[in-house]
C-alpha cells in the first residue's frame, strides 16, 4: 500500500497568516492526490483534485501543487472558517489511502 | 443537491455483526460507485471497499475482504455495509462516500460524504 506522511501533525496560526502543510508519498503517485478539510466530527469535504484543481466552490485562497511524492496545500490567507483539520489522499491505485491529518489551530 | 444520509449509531458485542445504510439523493444512482471509509480514534481515515451503483461490481481492502460485504438497492439508492466478526478495534466512525464510477482514469476521489455512523463494539 502506498503510505502517505502529512507534516506537520499540527500548527497554530492566526487569521490572515499563510499556511502550507505537506504531503509525502511513499512512492510516486504522479498528480493523483487530493486534498480534504474536515471539521469537528463532520464529513470530509474535498477541496483539491489531481493536486492542483480546485473543487468548484472552493475559495481561491487554497492552493495545491506538486507532483510524483512530494504535494503541498496552501491557504493563502486564513480566515476563521479554515480552521480545521486537512488530509491528503492518493487516487493513484486500489487501496486508497489517506494522510494521517494536519490541525489547523488558532494561535 | 447531492445528499448521503447515513442510517444511526449502533452498539454491538464482539464477535456480532453490524449493517449499516446509506441513502442518497440529488443524482443519478447508478452514474456513481458508493465507498465505505471508517475513522477510529485518533486514526488516520481507512477505506474499506466500494460498489458501482450500476452493475453492482463491488471490490474491498484485502484488510477487510473477508469480513465485509458492500451492496446497492437501485430502487431505494441506498447503499449498505456490512462488517463480521466485530472486534474492538472496529470501534469508529463510519463515512459513506461517493465517488467516480469504476474504472475510473484520473485521480479517484471522493466528492460528497455522509454523516458518519458511529459503529461501538463493546462487551
Known amino acids: 500500500d502506498i503510505q502517505l506522511t502529512q507534516s506537520p501533525s499540527s500548527l497554530s496560526a492566526s487569521v490572515g497568516d499563510r499556511v502550507t502543510i505537506a504531503c509525502r508519498a511513499s512512492?510516486?503517485?504522479?498528480?493523483?492526490l487530493n486534498w480534504y478539510q474536515q471539521k469537528g466530527g463532520e464529513a470530509p469535504k474535498l477541496l483539491i483534485v489531481?493536486?492542483?484543481t480546485l473543487k468548484t466552490g472552493v475559495p481561491p485562497r487554497f492552493s495545491g501543487s506538486g507532483s510524483g511524492t512530494e504535494f503541498s496545500l496552501t491557504i493563502s490567507s486564513l480566515h476563521p472558517e479554515d480552521f480545521a483539520t486537512y488530509f491528503c489522499?492518493?487516487?493513484?491505485?486500489?487501496?486508497?489511502?489517506f494522510g494521517h491529518g494536519t490541525k489547523v489551530e488558532i494561535k | 443537491q447531492v445528499q448521503l444520509v447515513q442510517s444511526e449509531a449502533e452498539l454491538k458485542k464482539p464477535g456480532a455483526s453490524v449493517r449499516i445504510s446509506c441513502k442518497t439523493s440529488?443524482?443519478?444512482?447508478?452514474?456513481?460507485?458508493l465507498h465505505w471509509v471508517r475513522q477510529a480514534p485518533g486514526q488516520r481515515l481507512e477505506w474499506l471497499g466500494w460498489?458501482?451503483?450500476?452493475?453492482?461490481?463491488?471490490s474491498y481492502s484485502y484488510k477487510f475482504r473477508a469480513r465485509v460485504t458492500i451492496s446497492g438497492d437501485t430502487p431505494t439508492t441506498t447503499a449498505y455495509m456490512e462488517l463480521r466478526r466485530l472486534t474492538s478495534e472496529d470501534t469508529a466512525v463510519y463515512f459513506c462516500?461517493?465517488?467516480?464510477?469504476?474504472?475510473?482514469?484520473?485521480?479517484?476521489?471522493?466528492?460528497?460524504w455522509g454523516q458518519g455512523t458511529l459503529i461501538t463494539v463493546s462487551s
Open positions: 489522499q492518493h487516487g493513484y491505485s486500489m487501496p486508497w489511502t
Open positions: 512512492e510516486s503517485v504522479t498528480n493523483e
Open positions: 489531481d493536486a492542483t
Open positions: 440529488g443524482y443519478n444512482f447508478k452514474d456513481n460507485a
Open positions: 460498489v458501482n451503483a450500476g452493475d453492482g461490481d463491488t
Open positions: 462516500a461517493r465517488g467516480p464510477r469504476i474504472p475510473f482514469f484520473g485521480s479517484y476521489h471522493f466528492d460528497y
